[in-house]
């Protein structure tokens, strides 16, 4: 804008859970109201556009049904679901000081008389910049003593299983994906859900490249294939051991690079002998000649780019999937070739300097003087209803604090988390933008502000830019970001350390590594300071300020950052703690070779939105229009709908023994015999109150401890 426009444009960054962390110029009129957001054309991989779901973010950011002041549930109203539009009818408004007040209050008392760790503090990725995602929260509850979370509902299975064989989330540059002759996406919805890799897809493809998907459901990315193949759900390990089977086999392999890079190459030949294209068809309900036929086009060209994504990880034996495809491009050496390699996560290359932001030394400093316990985050219900009813598990969980998240309909087992929400004496405070399902059941909701209204520094899982997102317009009404709340009540605990004192640019200062001095001490950001970002709104990380001189080429030789210093198809780590060192295909026992397909004999698929962002969104008008195709469907194969009765439109429950949902009948193409699919949505938009998670378990995956959403059973009944 000139200097007389009554408009600015500022820098600020997606914040939403999604490799692309897209640069975003937000536009404001002199009032201070955003009136336009646009992706920076100036960004190498954001490229002037955003998705569907952030064009339409002002819609969000103004949407009439924010919640925008400090609410206490009314004397006498029970937790629980309540009407949707309707909610604030539950509450009453406080103002800030009380809310803080009343809030420290409970939680001192709590901590006295059940022990700190009966606190429990619940988010995840709601937000992913820095600052917003962990550090003073961290600080907050590190002092106070509270239970940590174990953070692995998303990625953990998968980023356990990369770190065994490459040691670090390092994976090609999304820039290099044009350069690729062959892309195979691999439970990756790219069109759908890292929108900003499609045009180097479209560009490499023009160049003559094949895209190849696998993926139980015929996805946007899918329907855009060159070949579309269809496995079944949790036969991922099946499939890529299958195909190292008959690379091997057939001496496709590259011998050189495996000697120069490699370890375990001979254990592995043993172990992938086994994995017959004949017994590999026979799980993923492909043919044989196509499991050859992959593997040999896989192996025979070059460059060749694997775009894994984290669904592939989040059934039972997911982490050992991730861990097999994983060594997909070291069997073949196609890290060698500049466009070739793999990407899962870039998130690696971002050496945030987390103890200084999250400060875990000052557990020392808690009532419990020593490291808290840790709960997993996927067993949420069992944490609720279980923890504590044994001596040695600790306390029982009286206080849960919910920030960046919602467990109500994101987290496995629904009923299980429910009941315990429910208990009348969890003590739950919720920081949010909107009445969700987990509001309905919060003695408290705070206001939360979006990323237009707090300032942040960010990374990304999908490129290489640190970027700074700067605060466009004045939160609304007293709506107030995770530091200051955190920071806000730790000084009413009576925390008197400094860090609960420090602004957010100190922080970001921290989180960069520039104590004392103006540059990052930081690995890879050692060129790095503040000012620059200011000005620039992003900058490079080292190894990738130069692409064209100096392409980023990670694996392409030297050493690698595990414990042998080479790429590791055997673990000596996980033979050291009595695991198999090498991956195996076991099918989930929640699948249909499982006990349980008797009588839930059909597997089932929870799947995201395109247009959401896991439940993010769900709730807008303009968002649900885009995803009206499978608003409240059951998306069923033609042979499983006449085998029960079931036409097109038909009410149909799903159930097995957790729970079940009443959803519509949508006969289509979208997935193979066996299987069914419905879409993660807010229970509170269902009729039935209910989500697909009132069918997901507890259950977690081999490696990580993550959550296994798409190792469900069920059974389909006309309603
Ligand atoms: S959700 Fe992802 S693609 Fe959409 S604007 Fe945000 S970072 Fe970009």
Partial sequence: MGATSPLRVIHAVCSHDCPDSCAVLVTVNAEGRAVKVQGDPTHPVTQGFLCGKVAKYLDRVYAPERILYPLRRKPGVPKGPLTRGREHEAFERVSWDEALDAITARLKNISDEHGSESILPYSYAGTIGVLGYGSMD????????????????????????????????????????RLAKLIVAWGANIHGNNVHLWPMIEQARRNGARLIV??????????????HIAIRPGTDAALALGMMHVILRDGLEDRAYIARMTHGVEQLAERVGDYTPERVAAWTGMTAAEVEQLAREYATTQPTALRMNYGVQRSENGGTAARAIAML????????????????????????????????????????????????????GHALT???????????????????????????????????????DLFTVVHELFFTDTTDYADYVLPATTFLEHSDVQGAYGHYFVQ??????????????????????????GFTEDCFRDTPEEMMRQALGMRGCGRSKNVGMHHITFEELEEHGRVPLDFHRDPEKHPFHPNASGRVPTPTGKIEFYSEELAAEGLDPLPAFTPPAESRWGEAAARYPLEFLSRKADNYMNSTFAHLEGHRKMEARTNGFLEMHAEDAKRRGIA???????????GSLQLTAHVNGSLPAGVVAARLDWAKLHPDS??????????????????????????????
């Fill in 329 to 380: 491009p070291a069997l073949t050496g196609a890290w060698k070739h500049r466009g070739g390699g793999a990407q899962l996560s870039t998130s690696g290359g971002f050496a945030w300097n987390k103890q200084d932001l999250e400060r875990p030394d000052l557990q020392k400093a808690s009532p419990l003087g020593r490291r808290a316990r840790l709960v997993n985050m996927s067993t949420l």
């Fill in 648 to 658: 097109e439109g038909d009410a149909v429950r799903v159930f097995n023994d957790r």
């Fill in 690 to 719: 209910a989500n697909v998670n009132a069918l997901t378990s507890e259950r977690l995956t081999d490696l990580g401890g993550g959550a296994t959403f798409y190792s469900t059973l069920v059974e389909v009944a006309r309603a």
């Fill in 386 to 424: 279980e923890l504590g009813t044994n001596a040695e598990d600790g306390p029982r969980v009286h206080a849960l604090f919910v920030y960046n998240s919602n467990p109500g309909a994101v987290a496995p087992n629904q009923n299980a988390v429910r009941r315990g929400l429910a208990r009348q």
């Fill in 138 to 177: 961290r600080r907050f509850f590190h002092r106070m003593g509270a239970s940590r979370l174990d953070r692995t509902i998303c990625s953990e299975a998968g980023g356990t299983a990369w770190n065994l064989v490459y040691g670090k989330k390092l994976g090609m540059t999304p820039e290099d994906f």
């Fill in 468 to 493: 700074l997102s700067k605060q466009a317009i004045e939160p609304l009404g007293e709506a107030r970001p995770n530091v200051w709340l955190f920071s806000q009540l730790a000084q009413r605990m």
């Fill in 214 to 227: 696998i993926d139980p459901y015929r996805t946007r990315t899918a329907a855009l294939a060159d070949w």
